[in-house]
C-alpha cells in the first residue's frame, strides 16, 4: 500500500491550502484515514481523521472550525481543506490510513509554510 500526499506549500496567514492523499488501495479498506504533521524537534500529532463510512470526524482542538477532512472513494483520496492558516500551523503534514487488519500506512510529508 502506498500512500502519495500532495498539496503542500507556501502561504501567508489567513490564506488556505487544500492537502491530499491518494491511496494505492480502495479506502473502503482502512478503518480511519486522517492527517498528521510534525514539526522538527516535536513529535507527531494528530490533526483530523474520519471513518471510511465517513460517518465520523475528528479534529484537533486546534484547528476546529479551520479545517475540513473529506474523503472520495471513488478516487481512492482524502483531502484536507485549511481555511484561515496560521503561523503556527507551519509542519510537514503526513497522512496516514488504518486498515481494517490493523495495519497503519503513512504517506511521505508535505511541507506547509504560513508565513505571517
Known amino acids: 500500500v502506498q500512500l502519495q500526499a500532495s498539496g503542500g506549500g507556501l502561504v501567508h496567514a489567513g490564506g488556505s491550502l487544500t492537502l491530499s492523499c491518494t491511496s494505492s488501495r480502495n479506502t473502503l479498506g482502512y478503518y480511519a484515514i486522517g492527517w498528521f504533521r510534525q514539526a522538527p524537534g516535536k513529535e507527531r500529532e494528530a490533526v483530523s481523521c474520519?471513518?471510511?463510512?465517513?460517518?465520523?470526524?475528528w479534529y484537533a482542538d486546534s484547528v476546529k472550525d479551520r479545517f475540513t477532512i473529506s474523503k472520495d472513494s471513488a478516487k481512492n483520496t482524502w483531502s484536507l481543506r485549511m481555511n484561515s492558516l496560521k503561523p503556527e500551523d507551519t509542519d510537514v503534514y503526513y497522512c496516514n490510513s488504518v486498515a481494517s487488519w490493523g495495519t497503519t500506512y503513512w504517506g511521505q510529508g508535505t511541507l506547509v509554510t504560513v508565513s505571517s
Open positions: 474520519i471513518t471510511s463510512s465517513a460517518s465520523s470526524t
